[in-house]
């Protein structure tokens, strides 16, 4: 039984600035788009990008006050998803949607005469490149002729050749006449608002056993079966079945290829996000690092120096002493003059407030007497 919740308005707004999108998508049967659109019908505002970065490192943040407005609904009724689904059905519907609207719009298009009167250049540049292949012996493209590397990406048996040509003829033009671009630049790629999508069309092998004299051996052969390949993860296929050929597939190819580009393009906002955030980051901890460790450099040199004070202070005392002594003793002789004055010299080349230049310590470190 399907469990449903009435949700006013008020209550949405609430959903959507306590929660992202995406986790309010997991909880309810709608993609982050179709939630986005219900929003947008009933005119609640949503928290803009970085919202949720700026919340999770305790910055200030503006929410947007839900505008009156008694021209929309309400209330809507939300639908918890069933997480056995294999499909989420707002993106089923979605792409369901899509593909019956691409039908209606590329119906001229999508048709399958028996040969094409004006190629797309593409297509010549695979007809020529495969006109010069054999087949393949390798175990897993068995019996394909295989094109070219800076040429579509097809591989298919030499009685589908003329069939494959004329799919991708018939995919490009219909993915071109929705303004977007095919290119060949290390595979084929499908460009949709600057997102490119890497396809590949080959015809599927089948296991045949090959009876021995000893032992069965197993040999893969060209199956009859076109399969077009969208190398996302996972993988998205669509092939030849018992009641639908591959050519009867372009709108919803087509409309899934739209969708997943929007998908790889929120992918993208959301690493660019963690990119800039996490290079905020690491330059936080790097200036951090770097004051730190000056910091540290400053404090040594402020120990050694009040260590040399000190130290030049003990010095002079005991240099006072010795005077003091020599004379008391009548033993202050020119040598021991002579010492006093190169003692006090050298204590003030140590003592950090005096410095005096020596000629004889001149390349000495006073810290370290090296």
Known sequence: MERTQVVTREELYDLVWDNPLSKLAKQYNLSDNGLRKVCKKLEIPLPKNGYWQKIQFNKMVIKEKLPLNNTVASSITLK??????TLINGEENQLNQLTNELKAQLKDITVFPEKRAKPNELIVAAKNDLKEKKPSSFHDR??????????????????NVSRALLFMDVLIKAIQSRGHKIIVDNGTKIIINNIELKIDLRERLKRNIVKGTHWDSTVLEPSNILSLRLDIYPVKE??????????DKIPNIIAKLELQAIEE???????????????????????????????????????????RWHQAEILRKYIAEVEIKSRENNSLTEEVTQWLEWANN??????PFIEKEDEIFQKVNRETFD
């Open 80 to 85: 918890f998803r069933d997480n056995s689904e």
């Open 142 to 159: 068995n019996g394909l002729l295989i094109t070219s590397q800076n040429i579509i990406n097809i591989a298919v048996s030499p009685q």
């Open 238 to 247: 669509w092939t030849d079945t018992n009641t639908t050929q591959l050519e």
């Open 265 to 307: 393009k929120q992918k993208a906002i959301e690493r660019e996000i963690w990119r800039r955030e996490y290079e905020r980051k690491k330059k936080i901890e790097t200036d951090f690092e770097a004051k730190k460790n000056s910091e540290i450099k400053e404090f040594k040199s402020l120990s050694q120096k009040a260590n």
């Open 346 to 351: 050298k204590v003030a080349w140590y003592d």
